[in-house]
């Protein structure tokens, strides 16, 4: 059963992103198409964009943890051992499992300054803005933990 609650998640948390990324598309579109039609530009619409991109980002950061597709350095690939390669691995899951737990300790206080204040266009909330990090953060360290417990089985010669 967890298994499927977390294809679920997973897939939820990709259609979120993937829709995001049409709007910032489209946001962004309008912007470029309104400067050269109407006299006047429509300001929030690069407000809006950036904020999007924020979003985006930070979802995909965690969707790329989730697939194991974050950027890494081979260096060691190859010249190690299994065993030791795997040993490596799970101190860097444990590591990003450590940051994002860092992360959430700190978010409530930024989120609460970040709550009084508004964009200086849109009047969106900037509270709405930092949200992301507190959700991408609890994503990542799922998943990073998740790696780290399969990575660790697998050291141990478990399943």
Same mark, same amino acid.
């Given at each position: 059963?967890?298994?499927?609650?977390?294809?679920?998640?997973?897939?939820?948390?990709?259609?979120?992103?993937?829709?995001?990324?049409?709007?910032?598309?489209?946001?962004?579109?309008?912007?470029?198409?309104?400067?050269?039609?109407?006299?006047?530009?429509?300001?929030?619409?690069?407000?809006?964009?950036?904020?999007?991109?924020?979003?985006?980002?930070?979802?995909?950061?965690?969707?790329?943890?989730?697939?194991?597709?974050?950027?890494?350095?081979?260096?060691? #690939?190859?010249?190690?051992?299994? /065993?030791? =390669?795997?040993?490596?691995?799970? @101190? *860097?899951?444990? $590591?990003? %499992? +450590?940051?994002?737990?860092?992360?959430?300790?700190?978010?409530?206080?930024?989120?609460?300054?970040?709550?009084? #204040?508004?964009?200086?266009?849109? /009047?969106? =909330?900037?509270?709405?803005?930092? @949200? *992301?990090?507190? $959700?991408? %953060? +609890?994503?990542?360290?799922?998943?990073?933990?998740?790696?780290?417990?399969?990575?660790?089985?697998?050291?141990?010669?478990?399943?």
């Amino acid at each position: 059963m967890t298994d499927w609650l977390k294809r679920a998640c997973d897939n939820l948390l990709e259609r979120v992103a993937m829709a995001m990324f049409l709007l910032l598309i489209f946001v962004t579109l309008f912007q470029v198409l309104s400067r050269y039609i109407f006299p006047v530009p429509i300001s929030f619409t690069e407000e809006v964009g950036r904020f999007l991109f924020i979003w985006v980002s930070f979802l995909g950061a965690a969707i790329v943890m989730n697939r194991d597709q974050h950027i890494r350095l081979d260096l060691f #690939q190859g010249k190690v051992s299994r /065993r030791a =390669s795997d040993a490596l691995r799970v @101190a *860097v899951y444990a $590591l990003i %499992a +450590l940051f994002s737990a860092g992360i959430l300790i700190t978010t409530p206080t930024l989120l609460g300054v970040a709550s009084r #204040q508004t964009a200086a266009v849109s /009047r969106m =909330s900037m509270g709405t803005v930092y @949200a *992301v990090l507190p $959700l991408s %953060a +609890l994503l990542t360290l799922g998943y990073a933990m998740i790696h780290l417990i399969k990575t660790a089985k697998g050291l141990r010669g478990g399943s």
